[in-house]
T-cell receptor, first 113, second 116 residues
Framework: AQSVTQLGSHVSVSEGALVLLRCNYS??????LFWYVQYPNQGLQLLLK??????LVKGINGFEAEFKKSETSFHLTKPSAHMSDAAEYFC???????????FGSGTRLLVRP | DAMVIQNPRYQVTQFGKPVTLSCSQT?????MYWYQQKSSQAPKLLFH???????NEADTPDNFQSRRPNTSFCFLDIRSPGLGDAAMYLC???????????????FGPGTRLTVL
């Protein structure tokens, strides 16, 4: 079955440290992949997306992600964490034959001063 | 700015009292989605409209209904809310098949529903 897995329900980093949020997908063909961020009591905001063009995708707020077909991964990174990055992050994918999103379970990012 | 708007942002209702949540969009997108999101969980798709065509998810309870009177508006009706229906309800839109591989869902700010 097609699915997406986010490793680590909580990730804690110090301000200024590297942020790495992991996402792996399970699909027989490469899907389209998305990262969304959700702040408390807010909707989901699109950070970036992979739609089979460049494998390294740059998004908003200094985030980027790299699609690695050999590892079935789409990990989200940011070189230097800021306090304002504290939020819930969701990885999601969509198959070419569908416009419905399949979400991972989410990772809560905590940023320590 | 083109956007997805949800009203109200916070809704309190009583057990069993019908409630309607509203979503509107200025993106002129073909598809509108309703999600339910409970605390510390991923959003769960309830149903979506592709233009006027309604598509229900297999596990969406009959208690949840939806209406889309025109391209811009979509409503979520909960006929008899139970305590378990307390959640954040998210509306999203996308262009659908016309966008091809670039199709992307854009979300509104959500409505937090409390059931007393």
């Amino acid at each position: 079955a097609q699915s997406v897995t986010q490793l680590g329900s909580h990730v804690s980093v110090s301000e200024g440290a590297l942020v790495l949020l992991r996402c792996n997908y399970s699909s027989s063909v490469p899907p389209y992949l998305f990262w969304y961020v959700q702040y408390p009591n807010q909707g989901l905001q699109l950070l970036l997306k992979y739609t089979s063009a460049a494998t390294l995708v740059k998004g908003i707020n200094g985030f980027e992600a790299e699609f690695k077909k050999s590892e079935t991964s789409f990990h989200l990174t940011k070189p230097s964490a800021h306090m304002s990055d504290a939020a819930e992050y969701f990885c999601a994918f969509r198959m070419d034959s569908s416009y419905k999103l399949i979400f991972g379970s989410g990772t809560r990012l905590l940023v320590r001063p | 700015d083109a956007m997805v708007i949800q009203n109200p942002r916070y809704q309190v209702t009583q057990f069993g009292k019908p409630v309607t949540l509203s979503c509107s969009q200025t993106l002129n997108h073909n598809v509108m989605y309703w999600y339910q999101q409970k605390s510390s969980q991923a959003p769960k798709l309830l149903f979506h409209y592709y233009d006027k065509d309604f598509n229900n998810e297999a596990d969406t309870p009959d208690n949840f209904q939806s209406r889309r009177p025109n391209t811009s508006f979509c409503f979520l009706d909960i006929r008899s809310p139970g305590l378990g229906d307390a959640a954040m309800y998210l509306c999203a839109t996308s262009r659908g098949a016309l966008a091809g591989r670039s199709d992307t869902q854009y979300f509104g700010p959500g409505t937090r529903l409390t059931v007393l």
